[in-house]
């Protein structure tokens, strides 16, 4: 129900030479985590919440303002690993 197992998997085929390497696929794993409603057990929990207070937030509202959100952080992440040259 997550992302955190595909970055298991990848740990296996992309080769950690470097800290940066480690840094941004972490930092890609929870960036990716904003798309969608259950990609992250946060993001379960937080809808959970809100509807037991009385908002009700469908899977395609959260991935109304996820998407965009998860785009531009990756894309801020992308253009941070350019600019260190890693």
Do not use: D, E, H
């Not at 197992?5 to 794993?29: C, D, E, R």
């Amino acid at each position: 129900m997550g992302n955190a197992p595909a970055v298991m998997l990848l740990v296996k085929l992309v080769p950690i030479t470097q800290a940066s390497v480690a840094q941004i696929m972490s930092l890609a794993n929870s960036f990716g985590g904003n798309a969608i409603m259950t990609a992250s057990v946060a993001n379960i929990v937080v809808v959970q919440q809100a509807r037991r207070q009385g908002i009700v937030i469908s899977f395609g509202n959260f991935a109304r303002i996820g998407v965009p959100v998860a785009l531009a952080s990756l894309g801020g992440l992308v253009a941070w690993a350019a600019l260190v040259g890693k």
